[in-house]
Protein backbone atom coordinates (compact mmCIF):
# COMPACT_ATOMS: atom_id res chain seq x y z
CA UNK A 1 0.00 0.00 0.00
CA UNK A 2 1.05 3.51 -0.87
CA UNK A 3 1.58 5.31 2.44
CA UNK A 4 1.15 8.96 2.61
CA UNK A 5 3.83 11.84 3.56
CA UNK A 6 2.79 15.78 5.33
CA UNK A 7 5.64 18.31 4.58
CA UNK A 8 4.69 21.54 6.41
CA UNK A 9 6.05 24.96 4.90
CA UNK A 10 6.85 25.61 1.43
CA UNK A 11 10.00 27.16 1.44
CA UNK A 12 12.67 25.63 -0.11
CA UNK A 13 13.40 23.13 2.96
CA UNK A 14 9.93 21.56 2.54
CA UNK A 15 9.86 21.30 -1.19
CA UNK A 16 13.46 19.50 -1.40
CA UNK A 17 11.62 17.40 1.35
CA UNK A 18 8.50 16.48 -0.62
CA UNK A 19 10.35 16.07 -3.86
CA UNK A 20 12.63 12.92 -2.10
CA UNK A 21 9.82 11.59 -0.23
CA UNK A 22 8.08 11.37 -3.72
CA UNK A 23 11.30 9.33 -4.43
CA UNK A 24 11.17 7.12 -1.86
CA UNK A 25 7.48 6.00 -3.08
CA UNK A 26 5.31 8.40 -0.93
CA UNK A 27 2.24 10.45 -1.86
CA UNK A 28 2.86 14.03 -0.57
CA UNK A 29 0.74 16.93 0.88
CA UNK A 30 2.32 19.85 1.37
CA UNK A 31 0.79 21.79 3.38
CA UNK A 32 1.46 25.97 3.34
CA UNK A 33 0.76 28.64 5.83
CA UNK A 34 0.16 31.82 3.38
CA UNK A 35 -1.28 31.85 -0.15
CA UNK A 36 2.16 31.40 -1.52
CA UNK A 37 5.97 31.10 -0.13
CA UNK A 38 7.15 34.50 1.36
CA UNK A 39 9.75 33.40 3.52
CA UNK A 40 13.75 33.41 3.89
CA UNK A 41 13.35 31.47 0.27
CA UNK A 42 12.01 33.71 -1.94
CA UNK A 43 13.84 36.64 -0.23
CA UNK A 44 17.49 35.42 -0.68
CA UNK A 45 20.44 36.25 -3.29
CA UNK A 46 19.30 32.95 -5.01
CA UNK A 47 23.05 31.99 -4.97
CA UNK A 48 23.44 27.95 -5.38
CA UNK A 49 27.05 28.51 -3.50
CA UNK A 50 29.34 25.53 -3.61
CA UNK A 51 32.42 27.49 -3.14
CA UNK A 52 31.33 28.69 0.21
CA UNK A 53 30.99 24.71 1.70
CA UNK A 54 33.67 22.62 3.28
CA UNK A 55 35.34 20.23 1.50
CA UNK A 56 34.36 16.59 1.33
CA UNK A 57 30.39 15.89 2.22
CA UNK A 58 28.89 19.68 2.45
CA UNK A 59 30.70 20.31 -0.75
CA UNK A 60 29.72 17.38 -2.32
CA UNK A 61 25.75 17.96 -1.01
CA UNK A 62 26.07 21.32 -2.61
CA UNK A 63 27.06 19.84 -5.91
CA UNK A 64 24.30 17.51 -5.84
CA UNK A 65 21.84 20.02 -4.74
CA UNK A 66 23.20 22.11 -7.84
CA UNK A 67 22.48 19.29 -10.10
CA UNK A 68 18.97 18.88 -9.23
CA UNK A 69 17.79 22.29 -9.19
CA UNK A 70 19.76 22.53 -12.71
CA UNK A 71 17.35 19.51 -13.47
CA UNK A 72 14.55 20.36 -12.43
CA UNK A 73 14.71 23.69 -13.56
CA UNK A 74 15.82 22.16 -17.15
CA UNK A 75 12.45 20.46 -16.82
CA UNK A 76 10.46 23.26 -16.03
CA UNK A 77 11.57 25.94 -18.03
CA UNK A 78 13.27 27.84 -14.71
CA UNK A 79 16.27 30.77 -15.43
CA UNK A 80 19.01 30.20 -14.06
CA UNK A 81 22.64 30.86 -15.08
CA UNK A 82 26.07 29.00 -14.40
CA UNK A 83 27.59 32.55 -13.72
CA UNK A 84 30.44 31.16 -11.24
CA UNK A 85 31.50 33.83 -8.86
CA UNK A 86 35.07 35.94 -7.90
CA UNK A 87 36.43 36.87 -4.54
CA UNK A 88 38.29 40.22 -4.76
CA UNK A 89 41.56 41.17 -3.12
CA UNK A 90 42.30 44.96 -2.87
CA UNK A 91 44.23 44.72 0.38
CA UNK A 92 47.60 42.14 1.13
CA UNK A 93 45.90 40.28 3.77
CA UNK A 94 43.10 39.80 1.44
CA UNK A 95 45.68 38.94 -1.48
CA UNK A 96 47.35 36.40 0.72
CA UNK A 97 44.14 34.57 2.02
CA UNK A 98 42.97 34.52 -1.77
CA UNK A 99 46.18 32.37 -2.97
CA UNK A 100 46.43 30.47 0.46
CA UNK A 101 42.67 29.40 -1.15
CA UNK A 102 43.06 28.69 -4.62
CA UNK A 103 45.79 26.23 -3.68
CA UNK A 104 44.13 24.36 -1.23
CA UNK A 105 40.71 24.22 -3.54
CA UNK A 106 42.87 23.38 -6.51
CA UNK A 107 44.52 20.60 -4.27
CA UNK A 108 40.39 19.56 -3.46
CA UNK A 109 39.77 19.43 -7.74
CA UNK A 110 37.73 21.95 -7.46
CA UNK A 111 37.25 24.69 -10.66
CA UNK A 112 38.72 27.63 -9.56
CA UNK A 113 41.40 29.98 -11.01
CA UNK A 114 43.44 32.61 -9.55
CA UNK A 115 42.94 35.62 -11.49
CA UNK A 116 45.63 38.83 -11.35
CA UNK A 117 44.26 42.35 -12.15
CA UNK A 118 44.29 42.36 -15.18
CA UNK A 119 42.99 39.17 -15.76
CA UNK A 120 39.79 40.45 -13.52
CA UNK A 121 39.06 43.52 -15.36
CA UNK A 122 39.45 42.27 -18.90
CA UNK A 123 36.92 39.24 -17.92
CA UNK A 124 34.46 42.08 -15.42
CA UNK A 125 35.05 45.31 -16.63
CA UNK A 126 32.31 46.26 -13.64
CA UNK A 127 34.67 45.33 -11.08
CA UNK A 128 36.38 48.53 -10.02
CA UNK A 129 40.08 48.51 -10.91
CA UNK A 130 41.59 50.76 -8.11
CA UNK A 131 43.67 49.27 -6.19
CA UNK A 132 42.66 45.55 -6.90
CA UNK A 133 45.27 42.96 -6.54
CA UNK A 134 43.69 39.90 -7.83
CA UNK A 135 40.60 37.96 -7.43
CA UNK A 136 39.58 33.59 -7.03
CA UNK A 137 37.34 32.40 -9.35
CA UNK A 138 34.87 29.87 -9.14
CA UNK A 139 32.99 28.10 -11.55
CA UNK A 140 30.50 25.80 -9.55
CA UNK A 141 28.43 28.74 -8.53
CA UNK A 142 24.60 29.24 -9.95
CA UNK A 143 22.30 32.16 -10.04
CA UNK A 144 18.04 31.16 -9.53
CA UNK A 145 15.50 34.03 -9.86
CA UNK A 146 14.30 32.49 -6.10
CA UNK A 147 11.04 35.15 -6.16
CA UNK A 148 9.98 33.27 -9.28
CA UNK A 149 12.13 29.66 -8.91
CA UNK A 150 10.41 28.50 -5.65
CA UNK A 151 6.72 28.76 -7.20
CA UNK A 152 7.39 27.41 -10.42
CA UNK A 153 9.04 24.29 -8.30
CA UNK A 154 6.28 24.12 -6.10
CA UNK A 155 3.78 24.33 -9.74
CA UNK A 156 6.74 21.72 -10.98
CA UNK A 157 6.05 19.20 -7.90
CA UNK A 158 2.24 19.23 -7.86
CA UNK A 159 2.52 18.60 -11.87
CA UNK A 160 5.03 16.25 -12.64
CA UNK A 161 5.82 14.63 -9.38
CA UNK A 162 2.04 14.55 -8.26
CA UNK A 163 2.62 16.37 -5.21
CA UNK A 164 -0.36 18.31 -3.76
CA UNK A 165 0.18 21.97 -2.20
CA UNK A 166 -2.38 23.26 0.36
CA UNK A 167 -1.94 27.11 0.46
CA UNK A 168 -3.61 29.38 2.83
CA UNK A 169 -3.38 26.80 5.45
CA UNK A 170 -1.70 26.77 8.66
CA UNK A 171 -0.44 23.84 11.34
CA UNK A 172 -1.38 24.31 14.12
CA UNK A 173 -1.01 21.30 16.16
CA UNK A 174 1.00 17.93 15.26
CA UNK A 175 0.17 14.78 16.97
CA UNK A 176 0.39 11.00 16.65
CA UNK A 177 0.50 10.98 12.82
CA UNK A 178 -2.66 13.96 12.94
CA UNK A 179 -1.88 16.99 11.53
CA UNK A 180 -4.84 19.72 12.87
CA UNK A 181 -4.65 22.67 10.58
CA UNK A 182 -7.11 25.35 10.56
CA UNK A 183 -10.06 23.64 9.21
CA UNK A 184 -9.52 20.30 8.86
CA UNK A 185 -7.53 17.04 10.32
CA UNK A 186 -5.27 15.28 8.22
CA UNK A 187 -3.74 11.67 8.92
CA UNK A 188 -0.35 10.47 7.77
CA UNK A 189 2.13 7.95 8.06
CA UNK A 190 5.12 10.24 8.30
CA UNK A 191 4.67 14.14 8.92
CA UNK A 192 8.27 15.97 8.19
CA UNK A 193 7.86 20.06 9.55
CA UNK A 194 9.93 22.27 7.43
CA UNK A 195 8.79 25.44 9.36
CA UNK A 196 11.64 27.73 9.12
CA UNK A 197 12.04 30.73 11.28
CA UNK A 198 8.57 30.02 12.90
CA UNK A 199 9.95 27.68 15.02
CA UNK A 200 8.05 28.29 17.99
CA UNK A 201 4.69 27.39 17.00
CA UNK A 202 4.99 23.26 16.54
CA UNK A 203 7.17 21.33 19.36
CA UNK A 204 8.60 24.55 21.02
CA UNK A 205 9.98 22.32 23.55
CA UNK A 206 12.08 20.70 21.02
CA UNK A 207 13.41 23.64 19.36
CA UNK A 208 14.24 25.28 22.50
CA UNK A 209 16.59 22.36 23.37
CA UNK A 210 18.38 22.76 19.87
CA UNK A 211 21.00 25.30 19.58
CA UNK A 212 19.13 27.40 17.39
CA UNK A 213 18.37 31.18 16.57
CA UNK A 214 17.71 33.40 14.12
CA UNK A 215 19.24 35.36 11.94
CA UNK A 216 18.17 38.77 10.22
CA UNK A 217 19.57 39.92 6.90
CA UNK A 218 18.69 43.17 4.95
CA UNK A 219 19.19 43.52 1.89
CA UNK A 220 18.51 45.80 -1.13
CA UNK A 221 18.15 45.24 -5.12
CA UNK A 222 18.81 47.49 -8.20
CA UNK A 223 18.59 47.93 -11.84
CA UNK A 224 21.08 49.46 -14.64
CA UNK A 225 19.77 52.07 -17.10
CA UNK A 226 21.60 49.85 -19.64
CA UNK A 227 19.11 47.29 -20.57
CA UNK A 228 21.99 44.82 -21.59
CA UNK A 229 24.37 45.77 -18.61
CA UNK A 230 25.96 42.77 -17.33
CA UNK A 231 28.34 41.82 -14.73
CA UNK A 232 28.84 38.58 -15.85
CA UNK A 233 29.53 36.57 -12.69
CA UNK A 234 28.45 36.74 -8.96
CA UNK A 235 31.01 39.51 -7.21
CA UNK A 236 31.97 39.12 -3.76
CA UNK A 237 34.02 41.41 -1.74
CA UNK A 238 36.77 40.78 0.51
CA UNK A 239 34.70 40.62 3.70
CA UNK A 240 32.75 37.14 2.10
CA UNK A 241 36.22 35.45 3.00
CA UNK A 242 35.07 35.22 6.65
CA UNK A 243 31.95 34.45 6.45
CA UNK A 244 31.83 30.62 4.54
CA UNK A 245 32.88 28.16 6.20
CA UNK A 246 34.72 26.63 3.35
CA UNK A 247 36.84 29.85 3.39
CA UNK A 248 38.66 28.39 7.10
CA UNK A 249 41.07 26.53 5.55
CA UNK A 250 43.01 29.79 4.93
CA UNK A 251 45.67 29.44 7.59
CA UNK A 252 45.87 33.39 7.35
CA UNK A 253 42.35 34.17 7.91
CA UNK A 254 42.58 35.15 11.33
CA UNK A 255 45.18 37.59 10.50
CA UNK A 256 42.68 38.91 7.52
CA UNK A 257 39.71 38.88 10.56
CA UNK A 258 41.95 41.32 12.96
CA UNK A 259 42.36 43.84 10.19
CA UNK A 260 38.90 44.07 9.25
CA UNK A 261 38.32 43.98 13.20
CA UNK A 262 40.35 47.44 13.29
CA UNK A 263 39.47 49.13 9.94
CA UNK A 264 35.80 47.98 9.78
CA UNK A 265 33.97 47.57 13.19
CA UNK A 266 30.90 48.79 11.97
CA UNK A 267 30.97 46.16 9.37
CA UNK A 268 32.04 43.62 12.16
CA UNK A 269 29.85 44.32 14.33
CA UNK A 270 26.95 44.07 11.90
CA UNK A 271 28.08 41.02 10.31
CA UNK A 272 27.62 42.92 6.67
CA UNK A 273 29.91 41.12 3.94
CA UNK A 274 28.95 42.34 0.43
CA UNK A 275 27.75 40.09 -2.35
CA UNK A 276 25.88 41.10 -5.45
CA UNK A 277 24.39 38.40 -8.00
CA UNK A 278 22.23 39.42 -11.29
CA UNK A 279 19.31 37.61 -12.27
CA UNK A 280 17.78 37.31 -15.78
CA UNK A 281 15.74 40.48 -15.43
CA UNK A 282 18.91 42.55 -15.28
CA UNK A 283 18.68 43.16 -11.67
CA UNK A 284 21.00 43.63 -9.10
CA UNK A 285 20.84 41.53 -6.05
CA UNK A 286 23.24 43.00 -3.01
CA UNK A 287 23.31 42.45 0.81
CA UNK A 288 23.76 42.05 3.40
CA UNK A 289 23.75 42.29 7.28
CA UNK A 290 23.55 39.21 9.64
CA UNK A 291 22.01 39.84 13.34
CA UNK A 292 21.30 37.15 15.36
CA UNK A 293 18.60 36.51 17.77
CA UNK A 294 15.10 35.15 18.28
CA UNK A 295 13.34 38.82 18.43
CA UNK A 296 14.25 40.87 15.65
CA UNK A 297 13.53 44.22 15.24
CA UNK A 298 11.24 44.65 12.22
CA UNK A 299 12.48 47.62 10.79
CA UNK A 300 15.48 47.91 8.31
CA UNK A 301 18.42 50.53 9.26
CA UNK A 302 19.44 53.25 6.89
CA UNK A 303 22.81 53.12 7.82
CA UNK A 304 23.24 49.20 7.28
CA UNK A 305 22.55 49.44 4.19
CA UNK A 306 24.35 53.24 3.34
CA UNK A 307 27.43 51.00 5.20
CA UNK A 308 27.16 47.90 2.43
CA UNK A 309 26.73 50.63 -0.79
CA UNK A 310 29.80 51.92 0.49
CA UNK A 311 31.54 48.62 0.61
CA UNK A 312 30.22 47.53 -3.03
CA UNK A 313 31.47 50.68 -4.52
CA UNK A 314 35.23 49.79 -3.28
CA UNK A 315 34.88 46.54 -5.17
CA UNK A 316 32.19 47.30 -7.98
CA UNK A 317 31.28 50.41 -10.52
CA UNK A 318 27.90 51.34 -9.32
CA UNK A 319 27.66 54.28 -11.75
CA UNK A 320 23.34 54.38 -13.08
CA UNK A 321 22.08 51.43 -10.63
CA UNK A 322 18.75 52.44 -9.28
CA UNK A 323 17.41 50.94 -6.24
CA UNK A 324 14.80 49.48 -6.45
CA UNK A 325 13.48 47.40 -3.52
CA UNK A 326 14.82 46.75 0.36
CA UNK A 327 13.56 44.10 2.14
CA UNK A 328 14.72 41.74 5.07
CA UNK A 329 14.76 37.77 5.80
CA UNK A 330 15.41 35.81 8.86
CA UNK A 331 16.38 32.06 8.78
CA UNK A 332 16.94 29.29 11.49
CA UNK A 333 20.98 29.36 12.14
CA UNK A 334 22.09 26.71 14.51
CA UNK A 335 24.97 28.13 16.63
CA UNK A 336 26.30 24.40 17.36
CA UNK A 337 28.15 24.71 13.72
CA UNK A 338 25.71 22.16 12.59
CA UNK A 339 24.55 22.02 8.72
CA UNK A 340 21.20 21.37 9.06
CA UNK A 341 18.79 19.49 11.87
CA UNK A 342 16.73 16.87 11.17
CA UNK A 343 15.37 15.07 14.60
CA UNK A 344 12.48 12.44 15.13
CA UNK A 345 10.04 14.19 17.60
CA UNK A 346 7.10 11.49 17.73
CA UNK A 347 6.55 7.86 16.33
CA UNK A 348 7.13 9.24 12.17
CA UNK A 349 6.93 12.84 13.05
CA UNK A 350 10.09 14.75 12.07
CA UNK A 351 11.69 18.08 11.95
CA UNK A 352 14.50 19.57 9.48
CA UNK A 353 15.47 22.79 9.85
CA UNK A 354 18.31 25.01 10.51
CA UNK A 355 20.21 25.58 7.23
CA UNK A 356 21.19 28.91 8.05
CA UNK A 357 22.38 30.97 5.19
CA UNK A 358 22.54 27.96 2.88
CA UNK A 359 19.13 26.97 2.52
CA UNK A 360 19.53 27.26 -1.32
CA UNK A 361 22.84 25.42 -1.82
CA UNK A 362 22.01 22.10 0.57
CA UNK A 363 18.52 21.85 0.79
CA UNK A 364 17.73 19.33 -2.04
CA UNK A 365 20.97 17.07 -1.22
CA UNK A 366 20.15 17.36 2.86
CA UNK A 367 16.98 16.14 2.22
CA UNK A 368 17.73 13.34 0.46
CA UNK A 369 20.80 12.30 2.65
CA UNK A 370 18.49 12.50 5.73
CA UNK A 371 15.49 10.79 4.38
CA UNK A 372 17.63 7.47 4.03
CA UNK A 373 17.61 6.99 7.57
CA UNK A 374 13.71 6.77 7.56
C1 LIG B 1 18.35 37.53 2.85
C2 LIG B 1 18.75 36.09 2.70
C3 LIG B 1 19.71 35.74 1.78
C4 LIG B 1 20.06 34.40 1.60
N1 LIG B 1 20.88 34.04 0.59
C5 LIG B 1 21.08 32.73 0.32
C6 LIG B 1 21.79 32.31 -0.83
O1 LIG B 1 22.12 33.13 -1.69
N2 LIG B 1 22.09 31.00 -0.97
C7 LIG B 1 21.67 30.07 -0.07
O2 LIG B 1 22.00 28.90 -0.22
N3 LIG B 1 20.89 30.41 0.98
C8 LIG B 1 20.59 31.71 1.19
N4 LIG B 1 19.82 32.08 2.24
C9 LIG B 1 19.31 31.03 3.13
C10 LIG B 1 18.07 30.35 2.57
O3 LIG B 1 17.23 31.30 1.96
C11 LIG B 1 17.38 29.58 3.71
O4 LIG B 1 18.29 28.63 4.24
C12 LIG B 1 16.16 28.82 3.22
O5 LIG B 1 15.33 29.65 2.44
C13 LIG B 1 15.37 28.26 4.40
O6 LIG B 1 14.29 27.57 3.84
P1 LIG B 1 13.07 27.11 4.72
O7 LIG B 1 12.18 26.33 3.84
O8 LIG B 1 13.58 26.46 5.98
O9 LIG B 1 12.38 28.46 5.23
P2 LIG B 1 11.28 29.38 4.57
O10 LIG B 1 11.57 29.70 3.16
O11 LIG B 1 11.09 30.52 5.50
O12 LIG B 1 9.98 28.46 4.55
C14 LIG B 1 9.31 28.01 5.70
C15 LIG B 1 7.84 27.93 5.34
O13 LIG B 1 7.12 27.27 6.37
C16 LIG B 1 5.84 27.88 6.47
N5 LIG B 1 5.31 27.57 7.78
C17 LIG B 1 5.87 27.83 9.00
N6 LIG B 1 5.07 27.40 9.98
C18 LIG B 1 3.98 26.85 9.40
C19 LIG B 1 2.79 26.24 9.91
N7 LIG B 1 2.58 26.11 11.21
N8 LIG B 1 1.86 25.81 9.01
C20 LIG B 1 2.07 25.93 7.68
N9 LIG B 1 3.18 26.51 7.14
C21 LIG B 1 4.12 26.95 8.00
C22 LIG B 1 6.14 29.35 6.27
O14 LIG B 1 4.98 30.06 5.91
C23 LIG B 1 7.22 29.32 5.20
O15 LIG B 1 6.68 29.46 3.91
C24 LIG B 1 19.47 33.40 2.44
C25 LIG B 1 18.50 33.77 3.37
C26 LIG B 1 18.14 35.10 3.50
C27 LIG B 1 17.07 35.46 4.49
Same mark, same amino acid.
Given at each position: MIK ?16 ? =? ?8 ? /?E? $??K %??? !? ?13 P???Q??L?M?S???W?E ?8 Y?E?G ?10 W ?22 E ?5 YP????E?L =? ?7 ET /??? $??F %?I? !?IA ?8 IQI??G???L ?5 L ?6 V ?5 V ?8 ET ?11 T ?10 H ?8 T ?8 T??DSF ?18 D?VS????V ?10 T ?24 K ?12 L ?5 G ?6 N????F ?7 V ?9 G ?15
Amino acid at each position: MIKNAIVVGAGIVGLATARA =LTYKGYQVKI /IER $SDK %AVG !ASIRNFGMVWPIGQPAGLQFELAMRSKYIWQEIADKAGIWYHEAGSIHTAYNNEEWVVIQELYEIFKSEGRNVELLNKEGVIQRYPEVNAENL =LGALYSGTET /IVN $SRF %AIP !AIADYLQSTLNIQIEFGKSVLHVENNLVYTTDKVYEADLVIICNGADFETLYPAIFQAQSITKCKLQMMRFKHRAPDYNIGTSLCGGLSLTHYDSFKAAPSLDKLKERYKSELPDYVSNGIHVMVSQNNLGELTVGDSHHYGLTHDPFDEAEINSLILKYLKGFCNIQDWELQQTWNGTYAKLTNGASHFFQQVEKNVYVFNGLGGCGMTLSFATAEMVLESI
